[in-house]
Structures are given as structure tokens and as C-alpha cells.
């Protein structure tokens, strides 16, 4: 028995050790990741890499039926304020997330406000392998979901604020989902292999420095996103893929929509197959931006 409960110990120990290497491990990246991003963090930058993410979430005017994957037009047209970015994670036991981005807001005219720098940030506890990057784009619907991004401070999504996760596709489907939308629709893209995404506890913090060195002065969030400032030309490609996707003609598009939460027989497998059973709680279709040329 002795042998047994030593042989045991040191089995325990070993994997102990393995561990906390890895976590060491897996900090560090986290870490000299984090402190890339921030070195090479600027406001046409972020708009930039916005632009990319976003093509890859919204439908491509010269491809209409890329529309069965995509963000949906409807959820386009009636949104509020679009928040773009991407978050690194790195975790064993815990897990650390960072990243950076932009956030938009549509003015009364129905443009987009100059847009305002974030960064993100926070710590989970789970059992989570591996280092993950991931592209989100949270779509705002309503009016307070946009002055929360513009409040000065913290925003902790899941705290605060939740989002839950948006329909994709086309037809009557994603019209009854906008009809009464949640605050906000999440979308995201992982690159590694974390299994779920979720942006539950991951903190938003205006990015006041880089606001105030490219606009050459300290402008809050809410008055950027308030239209005070003029659209800078710095954003104007974002722009267009926006407004490129809020055009798309799905007239000769199959109507074939996921939405999350209706019942099975009104969800596909993103990509546009139709589903030959009823979906599982294990079985949940995701959005595939992968399949969209960046």
C-alpha cells in the first residue's frame, strides 16, 4: 500500500510540476503578445485590422449567396454601434485575455461616428488549454448599449453589459430575431484552440491615449461616438466595407438563417446545408467567418 500512495505522490507531483510550467509557459506568451500589441497600437491601425475583421463577418456584395454566412443584413441596417476587435488568450487552470480594437456608433443621418480606440483584458478560471486569438464583432441594438461603450471607465461584458450570440443568414428567421433583438449580438472567429468563445468577463477600457494622440486632443468616447467629431479618413475603408454589406441585394439568396435558441427545425449548418436532424445541446452550429476571403 505504501508503494502504491508513493508511486501516487510523485505521479501527482510530476503532473503538478507539468502544470505550473505550463502555465508559466503559456503567460509569457500571453504577455509578449499583449506587449506587441500595445507597441504597435494606433488608431488607423485598429481601423485597419477593423476593416479586415469585419469582411470576414459581414457578406461580400460581389458574392450575394456569402450571405448564408454571414452577419445578417437586417442585423446590419438596425444596428446601433459596432464594436470590432480581437482578444489573445493564454490559459491552463486560468486563462488571460488582451487585445484591442475600435468601437463605431451610427448617427442620425444613418454614417458612422469617428470611431474610438479600446483595449481589452481579463482573467477566467477553467480548464482551458492552449493559446488562442480570436476576432469579435459585437453589434449593438439599442441606444444604451452605446453609451455604455462611451461612459468613461470599465465595461465588463457579462457584468455590466451581456451579449448573447447573434443569428446568421438570410429570410423570415433573422427578421423575427431583429424584431425584438437583444442588447447586443456577439459574433467570433477563433484561430486557436480554445474550444468555446465567449466573451463573458472580458473587461473593455477606452483607449484614451491613442484617442488623444490621433486626434490631437482628449476627446471622450461618447462625444466620438456622439458624431462630434468628423469621420477621419483614417476609418474610411471600415466605412465602406460597412456600408458595402448594408447594400448587398439577397433577393436571389436561399432564405436560410441560424438562429440561436429557435427551435431546430429553423437552423442549418452555417455554410448553407440544411440540417438533416434535429440539433443537440453538443451539436450547435457556429459561425464559420474562416470561409470569408480576409
Not at 500571453?30 to 470576414?56: T, V, Y
Not at 454566412?69 to 444596428?79: D, M
Not at 454601434?81 to 490559459?91: C, D, E, N, P, Y
Not at 461612459?151 to 427578421?175: R, Y
Amino acid at each position: 500500500m505504501s508503494n502504491y500512495l508513493n508511486k501516487f505522490k510523485d505521479a501527482a507531483h510530476k503532473a503538478g510540476v507539468q502544470a505550473t510550467a505550463f502555465a508559466q509557459q503559456t503567460s509569457r506568451q500571453l504577455s509578449e503578445q499583449a506587449k506587441l500589441a500595445q507597441a504597435g497600437f494606433s488608431l488607423p491601425k485598429e481601423c485597419d485590422k477593423a476593416s479586415k475583421i469585419l469582411q470576414s463577418f459581414l457578406a461580400d456584395p460581389e458574392h450575394p449567396d456569402s450571405a448564408l454566412n454571414a452577419i445578417p443584413k437586417a442585423v446590419l441596417q438596425q444596428a446601433k454601434g459596432l464594436a470590432v476587435f480581437s482578444v489573445i488568450k493564454a490559459g491552463f487552470i486560468w486563462s488571460g485575455k488582451a487585445g484591442s480594437g475600435v468601437v463605431t456608433a451610427r448617427l442620425p443621418d444613418g454614417t458612422w461616428s469617428a470611431p474610438s480606440c479600446i483595449a481589452t483584458g481579463g482573467v477566467g478560471f477553467g480548464f482551458q488549454i492552449g493559446a488562442d486569438i480570436s476576432d469579435f464583432v459585437v453589434v449593438m441594438n439599442s441606444e444604451d448599449a452605446v453609451r455604455s461603450f462611451g461612459m468613461a471607465g470599465n465595461l465588463t461584458l457579462g457584468g455590466s453589459l451581456s451579449a448573447t450570440a447573434g443569428p446568421i443568414g438570410t429570410g423570415g428567421a433573422v427578421q423575427a430575431a431583429v424584431a425584438h433583438p437583444a442588447p447586443m449580438f456577439s459574433y467570433s472567429r477563433s484561430k486557436g484552440l480554445f474550444a468555446g468563445i465567449s466573451l463573458e468577463g472580458v473587461v473593455l477600457v477606452e483607449r484614451k491615449d491613442a484617442n488623444r494622440e490621433f486626434y490631437g486632443q482628449a476627446i471622450p468616447a461618447r462625444d466620438l461616438l456622439a458624431g462630434k467629431v468628423p469621420p477621419p479618413e483614417a476609418a474610411s475603408a471600415m466605412y465602406e466595407v460597412i456600408e458595402a454589406a448594408e447594400q448587398i441585394d439577397e433577393s436571389g439568396v436561399p432564405q436560410q438563417a441560424y438562429v440561436p435558441g429557435a427551435p431546430s427545425s429553423e437552423g442549418y449548418t452555417v455554410g448553407g446545408s440544411q440540417r438533416a436532424s434535429a440539433l443537440n445541446g453538443s451539436e450547435r452550429p457556429i459561425f464559420d467567418a474562416s470561409a470569408h476571403t480576409t
